[in-house]
């Protein structure tokens, strides 16, 4: 009789089943059966708790000694290949240099959050330590770059590797910077399968739930979720239903991978909306989505940022309109990328701009429908349409639609969202005005005194007849000053700084401002004492041109004894400045449109076209 086949041992037959999961799983499978990864037994010491690890050749090296469940090995493959996939051994991705260990560990952490998100089976317990990760969970480098801020945090977080907590599950790692190591295969050769896995599982699932597709991807005229979710607003709903006319929807695994957008976002300038097929959004979700997507257009959120953080802002604009969308019960909100809070619900994007700024930390971590760190609003709506901007094209949609949506009786509207839409018409005020009843708050206007004393002999041809007159005695203009510090940095142009100071003169001699106190400042104070309004608005010396410093010349007004002490002090400046500017008067400052302070102000701010 022959001699009876040696049977497979247990942890080999769960490792077979685990690759069996993979083998079959929509994602993964088509990466082993195309022969992109191959899986080697290797000989650990004995009660090695390392279970596998990968080459960036795709040699998955697994422990034939470890003992563990099929779903958990088919875990562990798919943490393996994900770190080929994303480019996390790719040379053209990771910086020569780089700290391997620590860069192992970013990898691993950002590998499970990408698990965890897809609900991938098998993940172990210890996944639930990523809430406590204090930085980023962009993307693996902002992972590495707080790790290596917080190196005493690294040990708490070796747990995410596979092959033990002292082990670098990415093998070899030291030799991707080789000359010889990708010479059988393009150094992002893991990354294109990825991508091409990707969007066929993608049209596998719209193949299956009845959705022709094309081998090139979705067709632009198939009726998907989302085209029906976008026809519903323009049939059904008209307080959006222009926008909805206007913004195309566009559905592409592939772009939204590449454009790293988990859920959607809008391209205001291109007029398209970018809905991820892979996030597995219902028809209820799809309606809240692009309802978010068309208020943020409408309302104009890019053009309103001005000198904002832009993801910051973002953020913001998420929370008002997702409050307003809840009260509107139109769809529901996703389970992942929406925000919402109670608490903020009748704040203004602006207002909850601000408490955002005071925690940072916490703000930055917020995740809007793209992504973490990722805004959803892309463009700035001021392409041309026809005769008119996008912008303005938008908030006509918009009013319109507010007008037949409420005439028609088609549902409630919050008075917040309305009032705002209605604001929209109302023309901005210009800066000139805002700055103009700045003036007012400081500068009443001088009472004029009566006199029949007699006028001057060049004044009249009958000096001698009394006549009334109204003329501005001396004390009432006494003390009547206010200080103007100006960036005279390489950075302030000559166009911008007249601009301003024309402005200036032309208020102070309307509110009878006999002198003003001028300061010019770069890395140094100049000052150029008191000057008339004529004076300014004609040719001054503009000293300077050098770095930027303005402490030392807001200090130079504040202890100047013939400034006076209730004297208000106007900044004018381009935003590029110290970060730590203390200005204990009253104050504003006067900088360009589109520019920003580094700090939040406690006087009022003037932008300036």
């Given at each position: 009789?022959?001699?009876?086949?040696?049977?497979?041992?247990?942890?080999?037959?769960?490792?077979?089943?685990?690759?069996?999961?993979?083998?079959?799983?929509?994602?993964?499978?088509?990466?082993?059966?195309?022969?992109?990864?191959?899986?080697?037994?290797?000989?650990?010491?004995?009660?090695?708790?390392?279970?596998?690890?990968?080459?960036?050749?795709?040699?998955?090296?697994?422990?034939?000694?470890?003992?563990?469940?099929?779903?958990?090995?088919?875990?562990?493959?798919?943490?393996?290949?994900?770190?080929?996939?994303?480019?996390?051994?790719?040379?053209?991705?990771?910086?020569?240099?780089?700290?391997?260990?620590?860069?192992?560990?970013?990898?691993?952490?950002?590998?499970?959050?990408?698990?965890?998100?897809?609900?991938?089976?098998?993940?172990?317990?210890?996944v639930v330590r990523l809430d406590d990760f204090k930085g980023s969970l962009r993307n693996e480098k902002t992972i590495y770059e707080y790790l290596c801020e917080h190196r005493e945090e690294i040990d708490q977080y070796t747990?995410?590797?596979?092959?033990?907590?002292?082990?670098?599950?990415?093998?070899?790692?030291?030799?991707?910077?080789?000359?010889?190591?990708?010479?059988?295969?393009?150094?992002?050769?893991?990354?294109?399968?990825?991508?091409?896995?990707?969007?066929?599982?993608?049209?596998?699932?719209?193949?299956?739930?009845?959705?022709?597709?094309?081998?090139?991807?979705?067709?632009?005229?198939?009726?998907?979720?989302?085209?029906?979710?976008?026809?519903?607003?323009?049939?059904?709903?008209?307080?959006?239903?222009?926008?909805?006319?206007?913004?195309?929807?566009?559905?592409?695994?592939?772009?939204?991978?590449?454009?790293?957008?988990?859920?959607?976002?809008?391209?205001?300038?291109?007029?398209?909306?970018?809905?991820?097929?892979?996030?597995?959004?219902?028809?209820?979700?799809?309606?809240?989505?692009?309802?978010?997507?068309?208020?943020?257009?409408?309302?104009?959120?890019?053009?309103?940022?001005?000198?904002?953080?832009?993801?910051?802002?973002?953020?913001?604009?998420?929370?008002?309109?997702?409050?307003?969308?809840?009260?509107?019960?139109?769809?529901?909100?996703?389970?992942?990328?929406?925000?919402?809070?109670?608490?903020?619900?009748?704040?203004?994007?602006?207002?909850?701009?601000?408490?955002?700024?005071?925690?940072?930390?916490?703000?930055?971590?917020?995740?809007?429908?793209?992504?973490?760190?990722?805004?959803?609003?892309?463009?700035?709506?001021?392409?041309?349409?026809?005769?008119?901007?996008?912008?303005?094209?938008?908030?006509?949609?918009?009013?319109?639609?507010?007008?037949?949506?409420?005439?028609?009786?088609?549902?409630?509207?919050?008075?917040?969202?309305?009032?705002?839409?209605?604001?929209?018409?109302?023309?901005?005020?210009?800066?000139?005005?805002?700055?103009?009843?700045?003036?007012?708050?400081?500068?009443?206007?001088?009472?004029?005194?009566?006199?029949?004393?007699?006028?001057?002999?060049?004044?009249?041809?009958?000096?001698?007849?009394?006549?009334?007159?109204?003329?501005?005695?001396?004390?009432?203009?006494?003390?009547?000053?206010?200080?103007?510090?100006?960036?005279?940095?390489?950075?302030?142009?000559?166009?911008?700084?007249?601009?301003?100071?024309?402005?200036?003169?032309?208020?102070?001699?309307?509110?009878?401002?006999?002198?003003?106190?001028?300061?010019?400042?770069?890395?140094?104070?100049?000052?150029?004492?008191?000057?008339?309004?004529?004076?300014?608005?004609?040719?001054?010396?503009?000293?300077?041109?050098?770095?930027?410093?303005?402490?030392?010349?807001?200090?130079?007004?504040?202890?100047?004894?013939?400034?006076?002490?209730?004297?208000?002090?106007?900044?004018?400046?381009?935003?590029?400045?110290?970060?730590?500017?203390?200005?204990?008067?009253?104050?504003?400052?006067?900088?360009?449109?589109?520019?920003?302070?580094?700090?939040?102000?406690?006087?009022?701010?003037?932008?300036?076209?």
């Amino acid at each position: 009789m022959g001699k009876k086949s040696k049977q497979p041992s247990i942890v080999e037959q769960n490792v077979m089943a685990g690759r069996e999961i993979i083998e079959n799983h929509a994602l993964f499978g088509p990466l082993v059966n195309g022969r992109d990864f191959y899986f080697r037994p290797i000989e650990c010491a004995k009660g090695f708790p390392g279970a596998a690890c990968v080459t960036p050749h795709g040699n998955i090296k697994y422990n034939k000694t470890a003992h563990r469940e099929p779903h958990e090995w088919a875990y562990i493959f798919a943490h393996l290949m994900l770190h080929l996939c994303l480019g996390q051994a790719n040379p053209d991705h990771v910086s020569k240099g780089v700290d391997i260990r620590i860069w192992n560990v970013a990898c691993d952490i950002f590998v499970t959050k990408f698990l965890h998100d897809v609900k991938f089976p098998g993940e172990p317990d210890i996944v639930v330590r990523l809430d406590d990760f204090k930085g980023s969970l962009r993307n693996e480098k902002t992972i590495y770059e707080y790790l290596c801020e917080h190196r005493e945090e690294i040990d708490q977080y070796t747990c995410f590797s596979v092959f033990g907590a002292d082990k670098c599950d990415i093998d070899e790692l030291d030799t991707i910077w080789d000359e010889f190591t990708y010479r059988w295969q393009s150094r992002d050769h893991f990354e294109k399968s990825f991508s091409r896995a990707l969007q066929g599982s993608v049209r596998k699932v719209l193949r299956t739930a009845g959705t022709p597709s094309s081998d090139e991807g979705p067709a632009e005229n198939v009726d998907t979720e989302a085209k029906r979710a976008a026809l519903w607003f323009i049939n059904s709903y008209p307080l959006l239903g222009g926008l909805a006319a206007h913004f195309k929807v566009k559905e592409d695994a592939l772009f939204c991978m590449r454009n790293e957008i988990s859920i959607a976002a809008i391209d205001i300038d291109a007029g398209e909306i970018y809905v991820n097929p892979a996030a597995g959004l219902k028809p209820d979700e799809l309606k809240f989505v692009l309802a978010h997507e068309y208020l943020h257009a409408g309302l104009g959120h890019a053009r309103r940022r001005t000198g904002r953080d832009p993801e910051l802002w973002n953020v913001a604009c998420d929370f008002v309109i997702n409050s307003w969308l809840t009260e509107m019960h139109i769809g529901t909100q996703p389970q992942n990328g929406t925000l919402y809070d109670e608490s903020l619900a009748g704040m203004s994007a602006e207002e909850i701009y601000d408490e955002l700024v005071r925690n940072l930390r916490v703000s930055r971590k917020l995740q809007t429908l793209r992504g973490y760190g990722k805004g959803d609003i892309i463009g700035k709506g001021d392409v041309m349409v026809g005769t008119v901007t996008l912008d303005e094209y938008c908030k006509s949609a918009l009013m319109q639609g507010l007008e037949y949506h409420l005439t028609s009786s088609r549902g409630r509207i919050p008075a917040g969202l309305i009032e705002e839409i209605r604001a929209l018409a109302m023309p901005p005020i210009p800066w000139d005005v805002e700055l103009a009843k700045w003036f007012d708050d400081y500068f009443a206007p001088v009472e004029k005194v009566r006199t029949y004393a007699r006028p001057s002999r060049r004044q009249a041809s009958t000096p001698d007849i009394p006549r009334p007159r109204y003329y501005l005695s001396e004390s009432a203009t006494d003390g009547r000053t206010f200080g103007v510090v100006i960036d005279t940095s390489g950075s302030m142009s000559a166009h911008d700084i007249g601009i301003a100071l024309g402005a200036i003169a032309s208020y102070a001699d309307a509110k009878d401002v006999p002198k003003m106190r001028v300061v010019f400042c770069d890395a140094e104070a100049y000052d150029a004492g008191y000057l008339s309004p004529e004076d300014v608005a004609g040719r001054v010396e503009v000293k300077g041109r050098g770095g930027t410093v303005l402490q030392p010349g807001v200090d130079l007004l504040e202890t100047s004894k013939t400034f006076p002490k209730d004297g208000p002090i106007l900044i004018i400046t381009d935003g590029e400045i110290e970060n730590d500017l203390v200005v204990k008067r009253s104050h504003a400052f006067l900088i360009p449109k589109g520019k920003r302070l580094p700090f939040r102000p406690k006087g009022k701010v003037f932008y300036y076209d």
